[in-house]
């Protein structure tokens, strides 16, 4: 089955610095790579996607870039604020199947 | 509103006693699936449904059972639960390709298994 790994584990970044998540699949059938905020206590969101046939999307401070010759993709959020204090999931799927890496605690610094 | 309920969010029970977590959108989403989420593993998928009477395992369907009579509903029984079942559990549902699209979680439910 799908592996995804994703690092770090953990994220210290100073308010208005960017932090950057990395994640490496293992199936290279997997075609579909979303990312998931998930607050203390409340639900995972997506708040950023990309599919295979794109290398990168940018939604305002949120980008995600792919690079499907090494199977990883990762997570770029700038000019970060203290809102963005989060865990983050990364993701890969087929058609049916859904697998999501361990997550990345991010803690913005005031 | 759109959404997916759980019920119910919280759950303290013995070990053996059968349980069911029921799982209903009201999106008409094809594609329903269950997670369970613990610290330093992520989630992991238990079981997904393509459509209705669609069922098929994820990576830690052990321990689980699932049906899909209709659309909306998805519930996850625990026919004899032990307390390796601990854990927060999602519920999510997409449209369309499956597990190509955007899931939309529920709430989510804590079990604790003594």
């Known amino acids: 089955g799908e592996n995804v790994e994703q690092h770090p584990s953990t994220l210290s970044v100073q308010e208005g610095d960017s932090a950057v998540i990395k994640c490496t699949y293992s199936?290279?059938?997997?075609?579909?790579f979303p990312w998931y905020k998930q607050e203390l206590g409340k639900r995972p969101q997506l708040i950023i996607d990309?599919?295979?046939?794109?290398g990168e999307k940018k939604d305002q401070r949120i980008a995600v870039t792919l690079n499907k010759t090494a199977k990883h993709f990762s997570l770029h959020i700038t000019e970060t604020q203290p809102e963005d204090s989060a865990v983050y999931f990364c993701?890969?799927?087929?058609?049916?199947?859904?697998?999501f890496g361990a997550g990345t605690t991010v803690t913005v610094r005031a | 509103e759109a959404q997916v309920t759980q019920n119910p969010r919280y759950l303290i029970t013995v070990t053996g006693k059968k349980l069911t977590v029921t799982c209903s959108q009201n999106?008409?989403?094809?594609?329903m699936s269950w997670y369970r989420q613990d610290p330093g593993l992520g989630l992991r998928q238990i079981y997904y449904?393509?459509?209705?009477?669609?069922?098929d395992k994820g990576d830690v369907p052990e321990g689980y059972k699932v049906s899909r009579k209709e659309k909306r509903n998805f519930p996850l029984i625990l026919e004899s639960p032990s307390p390796n079942q601990t854990s927060l559990y999602f519920c999510?549902?997409?449209f369309g390709q499956g597990a190509r699209e955007p899931q939309h979680f529920g709430d989510g439910t804590r079990l604790s298994i003594l």
């Open positions: 993701a890969a799927s087929k058609i049916d199947k859904l697998s």
């Open positions: 199936d290279s059938a997997s075609n579909y």
């Open positions: 999106m008409n989403h094809e594609y």
């Open positions: 449904s393509m459509n209705v009477e669609v069922t």
């Open positions: 999510a549902s997409s």
């Open positions: 990309i599919r295979s046939n794109v």
